[in-house]
């Protein structure tokens, strides 16, 4: 019995709305036999009405005999009799149903550029806040998989290890800052190495590396094509994300608190072949909305089949109110056929 409901049958729980209310019914057609039982008793007084003797009596010497309502009670008990039987044969019942959901779940590492580059303004509000928007969605979209993050700038170190511990690894996310790192530069090879290191001892059978950059290789101690191919001996399929504009592009304010205005040039060559060495794809995300909607393709390429137990339990709370129906004709029957009935009549 669940804790929630009391042990004693006697108890007026199981006769409150809100209990009623709340039981799926195995033989519900019964409940609408509850419709005939006004219908019946409707029937009965017309009935008596119409077989009913006038007799001429002066209105002064009519009584009210309170008593005499008792004749009632046979009928009243009966009644409740053959309501509480419907009710128990309507099979009451209320079900637990408990999903246990698992997969065979993919390491995935986020490899995100935080360079001076990433303050420019082509997306809003910038590169670097718009990439972690859509990071953490990406992640909250995701099931039971293992996701680290790594960041880089001049430098690059793991900023998150892989964890399925998605509430702690949107905090990393949110509290990446430009002031991480102090170095400046863009050490894309080394932001790699830094992740497939993290991945290396995984026994997953997919592993898979996202890196988000603006920028050309300009720092760090691996070359980004020699760190590909590292990644991938690991079986780690690498995608890679080109952010920015092409051009005149937005960047901070001037001294007078106008918009400055940068040329912006990127060579996607290195990215492209960092794909095609990582048996990945490579992207080109121009604004908030096409970033947006690659990191929605990759989720949809790396998804995993889902699969679920369901447990079923089911309680029968039937026998209260059947138990309550004897009780109620046990009483009928000894109001109807005892001395009892006698002296209602009388």
Same mark, same amino acid.
């Given at each position: +019995?669940?804790?929630?409901?009391? #042990?004693?049958?006697?108890?007026?729980?199981?006769?409150?709305?809100?209990?009623? $209310?709340? &039981?799926?019914?195995?033989?519900?057609?019964?409940? !609408?036999?509850?419709?005939?039982?006004?219908?019946?008793?409707?029937?009965?007084?017309?009935?008596?009405?119409?077989?009913?003797? #006038?007799?001429?009596?002066?209105?002064?010497?009519?009584?009210?005999?309170?008593?005499?309502?008792?004749?009632?009670?046979?009928?009243?008990?009966?009644?409740?009799?053959?309501?509480?039987?419907?009710?128990?044969?309507?099979?009451?019942? =209320?079900?637990?149903?408990?999903?246990?959901?698992?997969?065979?779940?993919? %390491?995935?590492?986020?490899?995100? %550029?935080?360079?001076?580059?990433?303050?420019?303004?082509?997306?809003?509000?910038?590169?670097?806040?718009?990439?972690?928007?859509?990071? =953490?969605?990406?992640?909250?979209?995701?099931?039971?998989?293992?996701?680290?993050?790594?960041?880089?700038? /001049?430098?690059?170190?793991?900023?998150?290890?892989?964890?399925?511990?998605?509430?702690?690894?949107?905090?990393?996310?949110?509290?990446?800052?430009?002031?991480?790192?102090? $170095?400046?530069?863009?050490?894309? /090879?080394?932001?790699?190495?830094?992740?497939?290191?993290?991945?290396? *001892?995984?026994?997953?059978?997919?592993?898979?590396?996202?890196?988000?950059? #603006?920028?050309?290789?300009?720092?760090?101690?691996?070359?980004?094509?020699?760190?590909?191919?590292?990644?991938?001996? !690991?079986?780690?399929?690498? &995608?890679?994300?080109?952010?920015?504009?092409?051009?005149?592009?937005?960047?901070? =304010? %001037?001294?007078?608190?106008?918009?400055?205005?940068?040329?912006?040039?990127? %060579?996607?060559?290195?990215? =492209? *072949?960092?794909?095609?060495? /990582?048996? /990945? +794809?490579?992207?080109?995300?121009?604004?908030?909305?096409?970033?947006?909607?690659?990191?929605?393709?990759?989720?949809?390429?790396?998804?995993?089949?889902?699969? *679920?137990?369901? !447990?079923?339990?089911?309680?029968? &709370?039937?026998?209260?109110?059947?138990?309550?129906?004897?009780?109620?004709?046990?009483?009928?029957?000894?109001?109807?056929?005892?001395?009892?009935?006698?002296?209602?009549?009388?």
């Amino acid at each position: +019995m669940n804790n929630q409901y009391p #042990d004693n049958w006697f108890s007026f729980y199981w006769f409150k709305y809100s209990t009623l $209310s709340t &039981y799926s019914w195995e033989n519900q057609f019964f409940l !609408y036999l509850l419709i005939l039982i006004p219908i019946l008793f409707l029937i009965k007084i017309f009935l008596s009405k119409k077989n009913r003797l #006038d007799v001429s009596i002066p209105k002064y010497e009519l009584k009210t005999n309170h008593i005499s309502l008792l004749r009632l009670l046979p009928k009243f008990l009966v009644t409740i009799c053959f309501i509480l039987l419907i009710i128990s044969i309507s099979r009451p019942q =209320k079900s637990n149903e408990k999903v246990e959901r698992w997969t065979d779940g993919i %390491d995935i590492m986020l490899v995100i %550029d935080i360079s001076e580059s990433m303050q420019i303004e082509d997306f809003k509000p910038n590169r670097l806040e718009s990439a972690k928007e859509v990071a =953490k969605k990406f992640v909250n979209g995701r099931f039971q998989d293992r996701i680290g993050l790594v960041v880089f700038s /001049g430098e690059s170190y793991s900023r998150c290890p892989l964890t399925t511990d998605y509430d702690l690894l949107n905090t990393f996310i949110d509290d990446i800052d430009f002031s991480l790192i102090e $170095s400046r530069g863009t050490a894309i /090879g080394s932001s790699i190495a830094v992740a497939t290191n993290r991945m290396k *001892e995984s026994n997953s059978k997919s592993k898979v590396l996202i890196l988000l950059s #603006d920028g050309d290789n300009t720092a760090g101690n691996i070359d980004p094509i020699t760190a590909a191919k590292i990644a991938n001996a !690991y079986n780690i399929k690498i &995608y890679t994300i080109a952010v920015g504009k092409e051009g005149r592009v937005p960047f901070g =304010k %001037d001294f007078f608190g106008n918009t400055r205005f940068v040329e912006n040039t990127l %060579d996607e060559t290195n990215l =492209k *072949e960092i794909a095609k060495i /990582g048996k /990945g +794809m490579f992207f080109r995300a121009s604004n908030n909305e096409s970033l947006k909607e690659i990191f929605e393709i990759i989720d949809t390429y790396e998804k995993v089949e889902i699969k *679920e137990s369901r !447990y079923k339990e089911t309680i029968d &709370y039937y026998q209260y109110y059947l138990l309550w129906s004897m009780i109620f004709f046990i009483t009928w029957m000894i109001v109807k056929n005892t001395f009892v009935n006698n002296s209602i009549i009388d």
